[in-house]
């Protein structure tokens, strides 16, 4: 299983530092969460600290637009250096138009969906798609609880892809830590973004990310 870390978490006073000391741990992705304080309810940031992030690791890095209408944004993150970005079907009317418009930038494409949206709502995008992320928490702030019955969304989930013979990333976000990433892991998910249980007041990068291979390494074994 991959691991992304997202930033929102992170100490900004020490950004660059931040994410060079994920990078040795042993990451694969940096995930940026971008809310426009309208849909959902809370502020971060833009294209410039993604680009600044971008400048500060050679991984690849993936902006998650939590934002009202996406399109008028495309062509200032793909200006960034981020490698993918993901938007919310919820945000999204003209879903096709959108993807498309992705490719055309030569970004790769991911739709995420809300704990509460249909699958359903997603299904029809599959093909035009390189990740589904399924959210596990209520969009908009980071260091919430992993909400249970996420579990079962990414079976049925991983089951509709296995079914179809895509080879798409997907992605879980939200409330994941050492203690429930093996189950992630073995609903289906093949990449896990990380907040709080990388960046920790309690741990060090290098010892949180320690912990979660660990955990997957259990898995694995048993």
């Known amino acids: 299983?991959?691991?992304?870390?997202?930033?929102?978490?992170?100490?900004?006073?020490?950004?660059?530092e931040q994410v060079r000391q994920a990078e040795k741990a042993g990451v694969?992705?940096?995930?940026?969460?971008?809310?426009?304080?309208?849909?959902?309810?809370n502020i971060t940031f833009g294209p410039t600290v993604c680009q600044a992030v971008c400048r500060s690791t050679s991984?690849?890095?993936?902006?998650?637009?939590?934002?009202?209408?996406?399109?008028?944004?495309?062509?200032?993150?793909?200006?960034?250096?981020v490698k993918r970005v993901i938007v919310q079907v919820e945000?999204?009317?003209r879903l096709h138009f959108a993807l498309q418009t992705l490719r055309s930038l030569g970004l790769q494409?991911?739709?995420?969906?809300?704990p509460l949206t249909p699958l359903s709502m997603i299904?029809?995008?599959?093909?035009?798609?390189?990740?589904?992320?399924?959210?596990?928490?209520?969009?908009?702030?980071?260091?919430?609880?992993?909400?249970?019955?996420?579990?079962?969304?990414?079976?049925?989930?991983?089951q509709v892809l296995d079914?179809?013979?895509?080879?798409?990333?997907?992605?879980?976000?939200g409330g994941i830590n050492a203690d429930n990433i093996?189950?992630?892991?073995?609903?289906?998910?093949?990449m896990a973004v990380v907040g709080s249980a990388v960046y920790s007041p309690t741990c060090s990068v290098e010892a949180c990310v320690a912990m979660l291979r660990q955990a997957l390494a259990e898995s694995v074994a048993q």
């Not at 939590?66 to 250096?81: C, I, K, S």
């Not at 992630?184 to 998910?189: I, L, N, S, T």
């Open 123 to 158: 299904e029809e995008a599959l093909p035009f798609v390189d990740l589904v992320l399924v959210m596990s928490v209520e969009p908009g702030f980071g260091g919430q609880r992993f909400i249970p019955t996420a579990l079962e969304r990414i079976r049925r989930l991983r």
């Open 1 to 16: 299983m991959r691991l992304a870390p997202s930033i929102l978490t992170a100490d900004f006073a020490q950004l660059g």
């Open 109 to 114: 494409a991911g739709v995420a969906l809300n």
């Open 91 to 93: 945000a999204c009317p």
């Open 28 to 41: 694969d992705w940096f995930h940026l969460d971008v809310m426009d304080g309208a849909f959902v309810p």
């Open 182 to 190: 093996r189950a992630v892991r073995e609903a289906g998910a093949t």
């Open 163 to 173: 079914a179809r013979r895509l080879s798409i990333e997907l992605e879980v976000d």
């Open 59 to 81: 991984l690849p890095c993936e902006a998650h637009l939590m934002v009202h209408q996406p399109e008028r944004f495309f062509e200032a993150f793909a200006q960034t250096g």
